[in-house]
């Protein structure tokens, strides 16, 4: 079976050809924010052409897409980063793409399938799965399928309070852990990446405070076997995790026996190509 693999996020997109369980071609391009949905369906298509040329021919399709996404319905509910996207046709058009179905889910979800199965996460159920990038997210993985809740909107991990006080949100609350922790508002509010700040010992002493105040939340109310982090800030490898291991560990209160095994991902830019990979089996 031959399956597209499609990652759109806000700041790139990346496209995967999967024979069986192996990935042959991959592509990942810079997303034109202007452009919009449109813009991005025209790169599939020459990405998707160029493989057919090559003797690829996918009979299905999975999606992770960076932003909410209504499963039920299988639409997007809306891009906090990229505009355009609520009520654009995309299972519609990607179907164009494939001789067969397509499958959209949020990519948080989605990079949890592709870690839980082929990752760091493999082994380890239920597993949280948080991706630490220009947003954050969180996927739930109970018994090797994603856990959405009652409306899809479930492992949100990114918009729980951390700071009460602290500044507003894009989401219109405010002291979200995507607000103090991302790599969009970390550049925005320090004027240096998320990479160049994890390389300050005394700032990740700080930062992990509201990260972990974040993944306790995960910790206390799924007790997971283990939680990947994903997403270029997790790319931080030990100057990151060692610290945020031990603030997790201080915030628990004594009395849980709940594992802390808080990992990075495996699959590094992978994991939403092969969670969509998994994902698509599924239809
Ligand atoms: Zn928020």
């Known amino acids: 079976m031959k399956t597209l693999a499609i990652d759109i996020g806000g700041t790139k997109f990346s496209l995967a050809a999967f024979d069986g369980g192996t990935m042959v071609h991959r592509e990942t391009r810079p997303t034109n924010r202007e452009g919009g949905p449109a813009w991005m369906v025209?790169?599939?298509?020459?990405?998707?052409?160029?493989?057919?040329?090559?003797?690829?021919?996918?009979?299905?399709?999975?999606?992770?897409?960076?932003?909410?996404?209504?499963?039920?319905?299988?639409?997007?509910?809306?891009?906090?980063?990229?505009?355009g996207w609520d009520s654009y046709p995309l299972i519609q058009r990607v179907t164009e793409l494939v001789s067969g179905p397509a499958v959209l889910d949020n990519d948080a979800n989605v990079a949890a399938l592709g870690e839980a199965h082929f990752g760091a996460g493999r082994g380890f159920?239920?597993?949280?799965?948080?991706?630490?990038?220009?947003?954050?997210?969180?996927?739930?993985?109970?018994?090797?399928?994603?856990?959405?809740?009652?409306?899809?909107?479930?492992?949100?991990?990114?918009?729980?309070?951390?700071?009460?006080?602290?500044?507003?949100?894009?989401?219109?609350?405010?002291?979200?852990?995507?607000?103090l922790c991302c790599g969009l508002w970390l550049e925005r509010d320090y004027g240096k990446s998320a990479a160049e700040l994890m390389t300050d010992e005394r700032f990740v002493l700080r930062y992990v405070t509201n990260l972990a105040r974040g993944l306790k939340a995960a910790v206390m109310l799924l007790n997971p076997a283990r939680i990947v982090i994903g997403g270029g800030i997790a790319k931080a490898g030990d100057r990151l995790f060692l610290p945020l291991r031990a603030e997790l560990r201080r915030q628990i209160p004594g009395w849980s026996r709940a594992r802390l095994d808080v990992v990075p991902a495996a699959l590094a830019d992978d994991s939403v190509l092969y969670g969509a990979l998994v994902l698509a089996e599924d239809i």
Not at 62 to 81: C, E, M, N, R, Y
């Open 125 to 179: 159920d239920p597993l949280f799965y948080m991706t630490l990038s220009t947003g954050i997210g969180g996927g739930i993985i109970g018994a090797g399928s994603v856990w959405r809740g009652a409306d899809s909107y479930g492992g949100e991990i990114g918009h729980l309070t951390v700071d009460p006080d602290g500044p507003d949100c894009l989401c219109g609350s405010n002291g979200c852990l995507e607000r």
């Open 42 to 83: 025209e790169q599939f298509h020459e990405i998707v052409q160029e493989w057919i040329r090559a003797g690829f021919h996918a009979s299905r399709c999975g999606i992770g897409f960076g932003g909410p996404v209504d499963f039920a319905k299988q639409t997007v509910t809306l891009s906090t980063h990229v505009g």
